[in-house]
């Protein structure tokens, strides 16, 4: 028996089918989260359109044919009128930042509350920051079970809890500190998840 998201994904099947945008050959290619967007209770026509600039942007892209306008453009380079961003207000997009130094890089999902198209941009709203990392680091040779420090995480998380209930954060970033991955700090990282 076809569950609620089966039917609509064959309505968004259907209206992908109408601009002859095969979705399962596409999905193949580059997958969308249609997931996310029926969760998110986008309608099948929407998400048949979200998905569409989608796989034309991935398109473009590999052909070294993006926009160079604006960013997310989903056109090809040196097309007519107007830039049409794929990225448009409650799309979740993917930041990310190089690492430093042979590190990893960082990465965050922001949901786009705006866009600034003359400036390149989309932004939401969110926390930079978090607490000092010494009391977890793998470099710190002085660790103290009681260091004060160890409480830190926790507060930060009841800043962001607070944050996000008068403002609705799209994000925050907690600097990835590898000590809190640590068997010993596994209670440190479910009083942060769970202030949440």
């Known amino acids: 028996m076809p569950t609620e998201y089966d039917r609509w994904l064959d309505e968004v099947r259907d209206a992908l089918r109408s601009i002859n945008m095969p979705m399962d050959e596409w999905q193949g290619i580059w997958p969308f989260d249609f997931k996310r967007e029926h969760d998110g209770g986008t309608s099948p026509d929407y998400a ?31 097309h007519q009128g107007e830039c049409q961003p794929q990225y448009e207000a409650g799309d979740y997009i993917k930041v990310e930042f190089e690492g430093e130094s042979a590190m990893p890089g960082e990465w965050m ?3 786009v509350q705006n866009r600034d198209d003359k400036s390149r ?19 710190n040779v002085h660790k103290k079970s009681d260091d004060p420090r160890l409480k830190l995480p926790g507060n930060y998380a009841h800043i962001l809890s607070e944050l996000n209930k008068h403002y609705g954060l799209d994000f925050f970033v907690f600097e990835n500190v590898l000590g809190l991955r640590h068997k010993a700090r596994l209670r440190n990282v479910w009083i942060f998840q769970t202030a949440l």
């Open 48 to 78: 048949a359109a979200k998905a569409n600039r989608f796989w034309w942007y991935q398109q473009n892209r590999s052909m070294g044919r993006e926009c160079d306008k604006i960013p997310a453009c989903w056109l090809p380079s040196g």
């Open 109 to 111: 999902w922001v949901i």
């Open 121 to 139: 941009i989309v932004y939401g709203i969110g926390v930079i920051g978090g607490p000092p990392c010494q009391a977890f680091s793998m470099s």
